[in-house]
């Protein structure tokens, strides 16, 4: 009898067609954040007046940092194979969705999604529920670029995961302020890996694990999307929503772990930052 890496080959077959039914193509993009932080001005940020404008207009993904920053993203996750995109914009972001009507993407097709109003990062995967289907698809937001291999894994993960980066890394590595680090949402799992919650309270010390919204979903996240209310900041927060289901749909988290730095576009003073380190990227459509 053969064995493949502790299978039999019997056993190893439908391991695989298991495997592949699990992988997905679908990723949703959210792009539609009032972009607060990004609009603040800052005598100190060094930016071109086209760098300038955009940045007045809070369109964070838009930012040229060689090209759009966008672009570096939708790239990379067409490197780590996914193929169906779908872009959450306001009804305002027209020239948003005129520029990427205008690209011959022949790696992947992107849908546009319209969240109608800029009610937190929960209603904006409520919104793309018509694209996903009853597919799993993968969660990111505009502003941050993601290591391909944190992508990828993510994509591969065998149903709803996280990835949770290192704190030190994005510090050390990614050049993010400690003061925004220590404000990211912390990721605390049991022994299993599996999420248990995520926190913001610097009750529990530095971070050692943070979200940086790289979620895969399965359809159950759109029931939970639409049972949770408010934070009180007014919004309906995606943590909310994956809290509400683990505790009230029986959904598991498997955690991945990525040491790779995550570029974080959030203010006028990391765009000069980010172009640097994105001037060895290559953007392929």
């Not at 546009?112 to 993968?138: L, P, S």
């Amino acid at each position: 009898m053969l064995f493949f890496r502790g299978f039999r080959v019997g056993s190893f077959r439908v391991y695989r067609e298991r495997q592949l039914r699990n992988v997905i193509s679908k990723a949703v993009v959210m792009a539609r954040g009032l972009g607060t932080r990004m609009r603040r001005v800052d005598p100190d940020a060094a930016l071109t007046t086209e760098q300038a404008g955009i940045a007045e207009r809070g369109i964070k993904g838009m930012i040229p940092v060689g090209r759009p920053f966008m672009d570096y993203l939708l790239s990379a996750l067409a490197d780590a194979g996914f193929t169906d995109i779908g872009l959450v914009t306001g009804p305002e972001h027209v020239s948003v969705r005129a520029y990427y009507d205008g690209i011959d993407t022949r790696r992947f097709r992107i849908s546009h999604v319209i969240q109608t109003e800029a009610r937190g990062t929960a209603d904006a995967v409520a919104a793309a529920e018509t694209f996903v289907g009853a597919d799993g698809f993968v969660v990111i937001n505009s502003d941050n670029y993601y290591p391909v291999p944190a992508l990828r894994a993510i994509r591969l993960l065998d149903g709803p995961g996280l990835v949770a980066f290192s704190a030190r890394v994005m510090i050390d590595q990614a050049g993010v302020p400690v003061e925004r680090v220590n404000l990211f949402p912390r990721v605390v799992s049991d022994r299993d890996g599996l999420l248990t919650r995520l926190t913001v309270s610097e009750a529990d010390g530095a971070p050692d694990l943070v979200s940086m919204n790289c979620w895969r979903f399965g359809p159950a996240i759109f029931q939970a999307c639409r049972s949770i209310t408010p934070s009180p900041r007014g919004e309906l927060e995606l943590p909310d929503a994956v809290q509400y289901s683990i505790a009230r749909l029986g959904q598991r988290y498997r955690i991945v772990q990525s040491q790779d730095p995550v570029l974080d576009l959030s203010s006028r003073a990391d765009i000069q930052r980010v172009t640097s380190q994105l001037a060895g990227v290559t953007v392929t459509w």
